[in-house]
């Protein structure tokens, strides 16, 4: 079963523009975490953010966590054409373990 | 480094047929896994492995799916006998830390099943 959900579904946008998505889980988290996906491949870690976290930054990459809200938002600045790709929100928590739940994705395409 | 290599990256087969999927994790990684990944969704784990140990394999399907990690190093996840619904990727990743952090995959293997 899929606990997060991400939001939008798919989002397309110009090159330089910012890109954000959400995701929004159901239970309690120890972490979550952003994976990419480009087609075709396997994921790619992005970030992880701990529950007692409320930001985090690494390099064109902003996510934030609102654990009251159950919700985390991943902000991608002045986007590349690079940047098209899956994007998917990742949690552990106290029901699952250590066990990563994987939510739907956001299809992220960036033009040119 | 090596990334996790799986073998094969495509395979295609008719209903009713075995198939197996192998995976290298990096190496000193003692943590691996199994996820299947359907079109359009993210990745669903099958099985975890501590070194040899299967230790979060609740969400696999027991009657057809199997799994095995001799020695605690390279891993194969078998469907027998495969069905239509089996179409989706399979996906091996890897870990330093038991179930912390980040995960490292590998390319997946698609499986068509006709």
């Known amino acids: 079963s899929q606990q997060g959900e991400e939001d939008p579904q798919a989002l397309s946008i110009q090159e330089g523009e910012n890109a954000t998505m959400n995701c929004s889980y159901k239970?309690?988290?120890?972490?979550l975490q952003w994976y990419r996906q480009n087609s075709g491949r396997g994921l790619v870690h992005l970030i992880l953010?701990?529950?007692?976290?409320r930001e985090k930054h690494s390099g064109r990459l902003r996510v934030t966590l609102d654990t009251s809200k159950k919700s985390s938002s991943l902000l991608i600045t002045a986007s590349r054409a690079a940047d098209t790709a899956s994007y998917f929100c990742?949690?552990?928590?106290?029901?699952?373990?250590?066990?990563?739940?994987f939510g739907e994705g956001t299809q992220l395409t960036v033009n040119p | 480094e090596a990334g996790v290599v799986q073998s094969p990256r495509y395979k295609i087969i008719e209903k009713k047929q075995p198939v197996a999927f192998w995976c290298n994790p990096i190496s000193g990684h003692n943590t691996l896994y199994w996820y299947r990944q359907n079109l359009g969704q993210g990745p669903e784990l099958l099985i975890r492995y501590e070194n040899e140990e299967a230790v979060d394999d609740s969400q696999l399907p027991k009657d057809r799916f199997s799994a095995e990690r001799l020695k605690g190093v390279d891993s194969t996840l078998k469907i027998q006998p495969a069905e239509l619904g089996d179409s989706a990727v399979y996906l091996c990743?890897?870990?330093?830390?038991?179930?912390?952090?980040?995960?490292?995959f590998g390319p997946g293997t698609r499986l068509t099943v006709l």
């Open positions: 990742a949690t552990d928590g106290e029901t699952s373990g250590s066990r990563l739940t």
């Open positions: 953010i701990r529950s007692n976290e």
């Open positions: 990743a890897s870990s330093l830390l038991a179930g912390v952090g980040e995960q490292f």
């Open positions: 239970t309690s988290i120890n972490n």
